[in-house]
């Protein structure tokens, strides 16, 4: 019960039951859909990039707690980040995900290091099948921010 009391941390329930930035952009945006065929989670993202920085961005999704919640915390912090520094989130997101149980993700000293809200997905290393759960809306960013700007 320990493990399944951290993979479900207060945190993670909270922005699952309170997704950030849920809806849908008009007007001209990126898009991309994601889904997690192993566990039925569906993510799309709409963003806006100006001048090489995120200035809005929407999502909708339906799926598991840990898709979902990863989904919003991602939400919660790229607007107003710049597609490089997004980039480097995603990098360090992606290295929490998989080092193991008891090494340093990130330096703390390093500027803009803290991931913030986003740790406490770290107990989702525990469950290996739940970590394409939380990679999801991390690729379907990456997805949508791939894709050519006129
Ligand atoms: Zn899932």
Not at 26 to 43: K, Q, V, Y
Not at 123 to 137: S, T, W
Request: aromatic share 4%; proline share 5%; net charge negative.
């Amino acid at each position: 019960m320990a493990q399944l009391d951290e993979l479900y941390r207060e945190v993670i329930l909270d922005h699952y039951r309170n997704p950030r930035r849920r809806g849908s952009l008009t007007g001209d945006h990126l898009h991309a859909d994601g889904n997690n065929p192993s566990c039925g989670d569906e993510f799309a993202i709409d963003v806006i990039v100006e001048d090489g920085v995120i200035t809005d961005a929407a999502m909708q999704g339906q799926g598991c707690s840990i898709s979902q919640a990863s989904g919003s915390m991602m939400m919660d912090v790229i607007v107003g980040m710049s597609v490089a520094d997004v980039a480097d989130l995603t990098r360090k997101f992606k290295i929490m995900m998989t080092i193991e149980e008891g090494e340093d993700p990130v330096d703390p000293d390093r500027p803009g290091a803290a991931l913030g809200d986003l740790e406490a997905l770290q107990g989702v290393r525990k469950f290996p099948v739940r970590i394409k759960c939380a990679d999801l809306a991390w690729a379907t960013l990456e997805d949508a921010l791939s894709q050519p700007v006129d």
